[in-house]
């Protein structure tokens, strides 16, 4: 499995946007969640938010909720979450992460965080004040 992540954007002042773009392949199952979280250092990781490609339903954490969205491009197999609005408190390493058998029934951000099975190296989001 192999995570290929770009950063759309370089450092950006509060109320500035970014991209974040994941491209995951070496997978066959049709049926998965992709999302990202986020940790800062020494901190616990922090669901942000993901997508399922079952029907694409989305899911957010509260605090980013009306200001990010994460979307999905079939064709390129890729995954972008779009932040709008930043805030110094998005400052973060975000990692883009799959959950290769999220399962049936309800989703959640909840249980992608507990059912990731692999994830990416990481990028670096820095917001200014």
């Known amino acids: 499995l192999r995570f290929s992540c770009r950063r759309w954007g370089g450092l950006v002042q509060a109320g500035g946007s970014l991209r974040l773009s994941c491209v995951a392949s070496?997978?066959?199952?049709?049926?998965?969640?992709i999302g990202w979280f986020r940790q800062v250092a020494d901190s616990e990781r922090v669901g942000v938010s993901c997508l399922s490609s079952k029907d694409g339903a989305t899911y957010y954490t509260d605090s980013v909720k009306g200001r990010f969205t994460i979307s999905k491009d079939n064709a390129n197999n890729t995954v972008y979450l779009q932040m709008n609005s930043l805030k110094p408190e998005d400052t973060a390493v975000y990692y883009c992460?799959?959950?290769?058998?999220?399962?049936?029934?309800?989703?959640?951000?909840?249980?992608?965080?507990?059912?990731?099975?692999?994830w990416g190296t990481g990028t670096q989001v820095t917001v200014s004040s």
């Open positions: 070496g997978f066959t199952r049709d049926q998965v969640v």
């Open positions: 992460a799959i959950d290769l058998n999220p399962g049936s029934g309800s989703y959640s951000l909840s249980r992608f965080m507990g059912g990731m099975d692999w």
